[in-house]
């Protein structure tokens, strides 16, 4: 039998990273023996995503899946310095930099009610062409998303603000348990999203205000659900 899971992996990212069971147990508010029955029987799902986030590795490969390791300016707090830099409106690119806009929500008509998803070309954020690269993202693939509401605690909070990958939209490239941006007939969402038999499964992390949401595909014609792309970064930018 192999004893590579998500909780040798784990195991494995703590000694590498000298961090010490006890001190990540108290981190991530769970007793010294939930994190020895994550070593033995792997980190469940619904704490793969954060505790991806808590140790900036990447959540497929911590799940014993295809992905990088080590990525970049993962979780809760501010990328590290060598990702990004301070700018402003007038700094020019460095050759190494690309610009990446937002996606934000556009009422077609004052009080219509009725929304369309657009690139703002008033906001953007800069990211390094290589880290792009190692997440496997296109320059003109990236975006950036802003997350709204309490949906998505304690991982992404109000404000925050996620990269999104466009070149990854199809039922197909869906990684179960992964972060997406969703067009919802117009409106802006993140979730985490599962294939099903019948469609997929939209689930939040703050699951007891938001309980999951279940669609055919005919649901999802009729809904006009999309799958915008990937989110392969969040960061705690309030917009």
Not at 6 to 26: C, N, V
Not at 81 to 100: F, G, I, K, R
Not at 165 to 172: A, I, Q, R, V
Request: charged share 25%; aromatic share 8%.
């Amino acid at each position: 039998m192999t004893t590579t899971h998500s909780g040798y992996r784990l195991k494995e990212e703590l000694h590498a990273q000298g961090i010490a069971p006890a001190d990540f147990a108290k981190s991530m508010d769970v007793s010294a023996q939930t994190l020895n029955n994550w070593f033995v029987r792997g980190v469940p799902g619904r704490m793969l995503v954060p505790v991806a986030n808590r140790l900036r590795i990447g959540v497929s490969w911590l799940n014993n899946e295809n992905g990088p390791r080590h990525t970049f300016a993962r979780g809760g707090g501010e990328p590290s310095a060598p990702h990004m830099s301070l700018w402003d409106e007038q700094t020019p690119l460095d050759d190494d930099e690309v610009e990446v806009q937002f996606l934000r929500e556009v009422e077609l008509a004052a009080g219509s009610g009725r929304f369309v998803i657009q690139e703002d070309e008033g906001e953007s954020l800069r990211f390094r062409k290589r880290n792009l690269r190692d997440n496997r993202v296109q320059f003109d693939q990236a975006k950036c998303v802003t997350v709204r509401g309490n949906s998505m605690l304690p991982v992404l909070r109000d404000g925050a603000t996620v990269g999104v990958d466009l070149g990854k939209t199809g039922l197909s490239d869906i990684i179960d348990g992964d972060l997406y941006a969703i067009n919802h007939n117009g409106q802006l969402r993140v979730k985490q999203l599962y294939r099903l038999p019948s469609g997929i499964r939209l689930r939040s992390f703050n699951r007891d205000e938001h309980p999951d949401e279940d669609y055919s595909f005919q649901e999802m014609q009729e809904e006009q659900i999309a799958i915008l792309g990937h989110v392969f970064w969040w960061g705690m930018y309030a917009r």
